[in-house]
């Protein structure tokens, strides 16, 4: 997915919840351009589902992605819902990486897998990686989110197969009632996260403004090439119908704080402020920012119940060997939920 293959760290031959043989089965039936023996790399930094750089004896890459090694909670890392959104927004307006095929059958590697071709660019998710856009294009690549973020949303939902996706009722209701049974499931006891919850329940908005939600619409989710120009939207597994409200008060969360994501652009460092981008954003689409603050705070809170089970997934050992700090892991939910809190009473 990166141009230089030192852009993401990666973990030569590592290949957790890869059975290589049927694997490479399965890239000669769907793959044939693929010339054995194919080496998988994990790429490491993911925090939910497993995503493996695939080299074949040629030079050419693909990426497979597939879900943790183990048991996982029911309805996440659905990598066939995401192949699904990839497949459907091929040819639309959205960037997004070529899917060349989904594996729904557990007798090749034991879960659901997906590949997607390989798409040149930087993932900036840290200031490592963020260093490799060139300073002089990074303006244009804070525009070029934005505007990406504004196709996402513009995406028909009304007709085709997308129609049969919307759901009556509030996205944030239902993102709610959703995340307390996954904090239900992995038995998360009292404390902030809960706390907040329902603080979040009790000051909900109305939906004014409904389409695709990303769910996770960062930086560190999209490939940009040294012009500044997004060239692909990766890992869609929290997208839904819902409302977009919801994606701007998460790139707000990410673009104002590296706390919650490790790393955030700057204007010090070339990138245009939140403010710019938020008034582009509006100026765009026509649409009130007014309750922003709210959905600051949700995905701050969100991001607490999903790193709850990023914690208890490491402890468990089904995300391949990555050099991560579980004790920081397991006490940035109640860090990230106290944050909101401060944004919904401040």
């Known amino acids: 997915m ?29 793959v044939p351009a693929a010339v054995p023996p194919l080496r998988f790399d994990l790429i490491t930094g993911g925090r939910s589902n497993l995503t493996y750089r695939v080299h074949d004896e ?9 879900p943790p090694t183990g048991h996982v909670l029911a309805s996440a890392h659905d990598v066939v819902r995401e192949f699904r959104i990839l497949d459907l927004l091929a040819g639309s307006p959205v960037p997004v990486p070529p899917v060349l095929g989904c594996c729904t059958d557990h007798a090749v590697t034991g879960s659901d897998f997906y590949v997607m071709a390989n798409v040149d660019g930087i993932v900036p998710d840290d200031p490592v990686t963020a260093a490799a856009i060139p300073r002089a294009s990074r303006a244009a690549a804070s525009r070029d989110i934005v505007d990406t973020l504004v196709a996402v949303h513009a995406v028909d939902t009304t007709t085709g197969p997308l129609a049969e996706l919307r759901r009556p009722g509030s996205y944030l209701e239902r993102q709610l009632r959703r995340w307390h049974r996954q904090l239900t499931a992995g038995a998360v006891g009292p404390g902030p996260v809960w706390e907040v919850h329902d603080l979040l329940t009790r000051r909900m908005p109305g939906e004014r403004w409904t389409g695709i939600t990303h769910g996770d619409f960062r930086p560190g989710n999209l490939l940009i090439g040294a012009d500044g120009t997004v060239r692909a939207v990766l890992d869609w597994e929290l997208w839904t119908v819902g409302d977009v409200m919801a994606d701007i008060g998460w790139l707000t969360a990410a673009w104002t704080s590296a706390e919650p994501f490790g790393w955030a652009p700057t204007p010090a460092d070339g990138y245009l402020d939140i403010d710019t981008l938020l008034t582009r954003y509006a100026d765009t689409t026509g649409r009130s920012l007014d309750d922003l603050p709210y959905y600051q705070a949700f995905a701050l809170w969100r991001l607490a119940a999903i790193a709850e089970g990023v914690a208890a997934r490491f402890r468990a050992g089904v995300m391949g060997a990555q050099d991560i700090d579980v004790t920081e892991l397991s006490e940035r939910p109640a860090r990230l939920a106290e944050s909101a809190r401060a944004i919904l009473t401040g």
């Open 2 to 30: 990166v141009q230089d293959e030192s852009d993401l760290p990666v973990v030569p031959g590592v290949a957790a919840g890869i059975d290589i043989e049927r694997v490479t089965a399965w890239f000669a039936e769907h």
């Open 58 to 66: 040629s030079g050419a890459r693909w990426v497979l992605r597939r």
